[in-house]
C-alpha cells in the first residue's frame, strides 16, 4: 500500500460522520459551507472522502437485505450504529497502516473497554482496581511470574493490588511498573504520559538499555520509545476525570477543548485566535453540551454549532 494514500482514523470517522449527515437529509446553506470547508481543509479529508463513496458503492454491491441495512438511510437510532460500524471497517482497508499504529481495531475485541463518553471501573482477581476512562482499552494477562496490562488505547487510573509479582502497564512507547501505588497512565499517538498519584513507579522506554526511570510519587512524564522528557509536579486536573471532572487551573483553551472532545462525537475546533485564552473552573464532564455553553460567559469566545458533530469557538464579534 502507498502509505501516501493512508488516512488517520479520526480523519476516517469525520468521513463517515459527515457521510451520515448528508444521509440524514439536505443540509442547510451553513452545514452545508461547514462540509465544503471541512472537505478542502486537507487532502487527507479529500482522500478519506473518495474511499468513504468508494466504501459506500462495495456495500450497494451487497445482496438483498444486508444492502438495504448498509446502503439504505438510517432512519433509526439503532441502525445508524450499525451503520457507521459496517463504514468504519469499510474505512479501514485504506488505513492499514496507521490502525496497526494506533491499535484501533484490536480495543474492538479487548478484554475490557470503555466507549466514548463513558468510564468504567473494574477489579482484577489480585485486588488491583482499574479505571478506564473514555474510549480506553486493555487486555490483562496474569501468570504465575508476573501480571501485565496492556493499555491498548485510551487511559486508566490503576490501583495495584498487594501481590508479590510485578505490576506492569505496556503502552506503545514501553512499560510502567508500579508495587503498591496508584498510577495514572495515558497512552498518547506517538507517547505515554504517566502520573503517579500515590508511590513511586518505575519507566523503561521500549527503546532504551539500562536502569529503569524512577517517578516519585506526586510526578508526571511523557515518555517516548527512545527518551523520556524531564518530570514536573502533577497538575490540578489529574486523576480528576475518575470523578467525571475536568479541572482547569489557567488552562490554555485549546487544550482544554481538546480534552472535551475526547468525552464527545465528532470534531470540536477551537480558532487560533483564542486558543491562548486561560481559562479555571471545575467542569462536569457528563455533559459537554453545558461545558460548551458555560465557555461563553466565561471568556469572549462564541460557540458555532454548524452540525451535532461539528463544533467551532471562536473569538466573539
Not at 88 to 100: E, P, S, V
Not at 157 to 183: F, H, K, N, Y
Not at 283 to 311: C, H, M, Q
Request: glycine share 8%.
Amino acid at each position: 500500500m502507498n502509505e501516501a494514500r493512508t488516512f488517520s482514523p479520526q480523519v476516517a470517522e469525520q468521513a463517515v460522520q459527515w457521510w451520515l449527515e448528508l444521509q440524514d437529509g439536505a443540509l442547510d446553506p451553513r452545514q452545508q459551507q461547514a462540509w465544503q470547508r471541512w472537505l478542502h481543509a486537507d487532502g487527507e479529508h479529500r482522500r478519506a472522502w473518495e474511499h468513504m463513496q468508494k466504501v459506500n458503492q462495495q456495500f450497494a454491491g451487497l445482496p438483498g437485505p444486508l444492502a438495504q441495512a448498509t446502503v439504505g438511510a438510517p432512519h433509526s437510532p439503532g441502525r445508524r450504529r450499525a451503520l457507521k460500524a459496517l463504514l468504519l471497517l469499510g474505512m479501514a482497508g485504506a488505513t492499514t497502516l496507521a490502525l496497526r499504529q494506533q491499535h484501533w481495531l484490536p480495543p474492538l475485541v479487548a478484554d475490557y473497554r470503555s466507549p466514548l463518553g463513558q468510564r468504567r471501573q473494574l477489579q482484577l482477581d489480585d485486588g488491583s482496581r482499574i479505571h478506564l476512562n473514555t474510549t480506553s482499552a486493555v487486555d490483562v494477562r496474569f501468570d504465575a511470574s508476573q501480571r501485565l496490562i496492556h493499555l491498548l488505547e485510551g487511559e486508566i487510573m490503576l490501583t495495584a493490588g498487594v501481590d508479590a509479582r510485578p505490576l506492569r502497564i505496556s503502552t506503545d512507547q514501553g512499560l510502567v511498573t508500579t508495587e503498591r501505588g496508584q498510577v495514572n497512565v495515558r497512552q498518547m499517538l506517538n507517547s505515554t504520559w504517566v502520573q503517579a498519584l500515590h508511590g513511586a513507579v518505575a519507566i523503561q522506554p521500549a527503546a532504551v538499555q539500562g536502569t529503569p526511570l524512577r517517578l516519585a510519587d506526586g510526578q508526571q512524564v511523557e515518555f517516548e520509545r527512545q527518551r523520556v522528557n524531564p518530570a514536573r509536579p502533577l497538575d490540578a486536573n489529574s486523576g480528576a476525570w475518575v470523578d467525571g471532572m475536568l479541572i482547569a487551573a489557567h488552562m490554555r483553551l485549546g487544550d482544554f477543548l481538546a480534552e472535551v472532545g475526547r468525552y464527545r462525537r465528532g470534531q470540536l475546533d477551537c480558532d487560533a485566535s483564542v486558543a491562548n485564552l486561560l481559562l479555571s473552573g471545575s467542569f462536569p464532564l457528563g455533559n459537554t453540551e453545558s461545558i460548551l455553553d458555560s465557555l461563553e460567559a466565561a471568556l469572549p469566545v462564541k460557540v458555532r454549532r454548524f452540525t451535532r458533530y461539528w463544533v467551532t469557538v471562536q473569538a466573539r464579534v
